[in-house]
T-cell receptor, first 109, second 115 residues
Framework: GQNIDQPTEMTATEGAIVQINCTYQ??????LFWYQQHAGEAPTFLSY??LDGLEEKGRFSSFLSRSKGYSYLLLKELQMKDSASYLC??????????WGAGTKLIIKP | DVKVTQSSRYLVKRTGEKVFLECVQD?????MFWYRQDPGLGLRLIYF???????EKGDIPEGYSVSREKKERFSLILESASTNQTSMYLC??????????????FGPGTRLTVL
């Protein structure tokens, strides 16, 4: 079967750095997405990785290792507004998105 | 900016009722999707559409149907609502560039409660 694993919940301190991991086992791979979802709101696109390596976008970076079936989202200089759920999703061989259950990130002052 | 709107934020229906959830996107996107989101589970695809009048079953189509008569509008229909269909329903659209890899844009969601 296809599976995406992420931690259910993480807690971090304002101003710190946090890394949210995502591991996947899917039938084929055509890229990995990270979305941010604030409580009661729509998911919004953060990043897309299809090649190995680190993609940096401001305070957020996303890393991919296809050989390990592993990605992480790195958030730097955490702000209270970063409190949200972070969803990992993999595009499989049929170009269907397989979604993880999401990681709820709690930021404390 | 892409805008995806859904007809209701909150909806309460009774078991056996027919329920219509409407979704409209304003960016001329080819692809539209309906998901449900439940605590502890990833987004689960109910149906999707790559073109007008075209529909494909997702992972959990049972108990649902869809309609896409116009490019900008994708409707989800619960023929006879049941309590296990209580959930958050999210609509999404994507450009459909032909390269298959395009970003999905989501509506704000409809929280449906079936009593």
């Amino acid at each position: 079967g296809q599976n995406i694993d992420q931690p259910t919940e993480m807690t971090a301190t304002e101003g710190a750095i946090v890394q949210i991991n995502c591991t996947y086992q899917t039938s084929g791979f055509n890229g990995l997405f990270w979305y941010q979802q604030h409580a009661g709101e729509a998911p919004t696109f953060l990043s897309y990785n299809v090649l190995d390596g680190l993609e940096e976008k401001g305070r957020f970076s996303s890393f991919l290792s296809r050989s390990k079936g592993y990605s992480y989202l790195l958030l730097k200089e955490l702000q209270m507004k970063d409190s949200a759920s972070y969803l990992c999703a993999v595009l499989d061989s049929n170009y269907q998105l397989i979604w993880g259950a999401g990681t709820k990130l709690i930021i404390k002052p | 900016d892409v805008k995806v709107t859904q007809s209701s934020r909150y909806l309460v229906k009774r078991t056996g009722e027919k329920v219509f959830l409407e979704c409209v996107q304003d960016m001329d996107h080819e692809n539209m999707f309906w998901y449900r989101q439940d605590p502890g589970l990833g987004l689960r695809l109910i149906y999707f559409s790559y073109d007008v009048k075209m529909k494909e079953k997702g992972d959990i189509p049972e108990g649902y149907s869809v309609s896409r008569e116009k490019k900008e509008r994708f409707s989800l229909i619960l023929e006879s609502a049941s309590t296990n269909q209580t959930s958050m329903y999210l609509c999404a659209s994507s450009p459909g560039t032909g390269a298959h890899v395009d970003t999905q844009y989501f509506g704000p969601g409809t929280r449906l409660t079936v009593l």
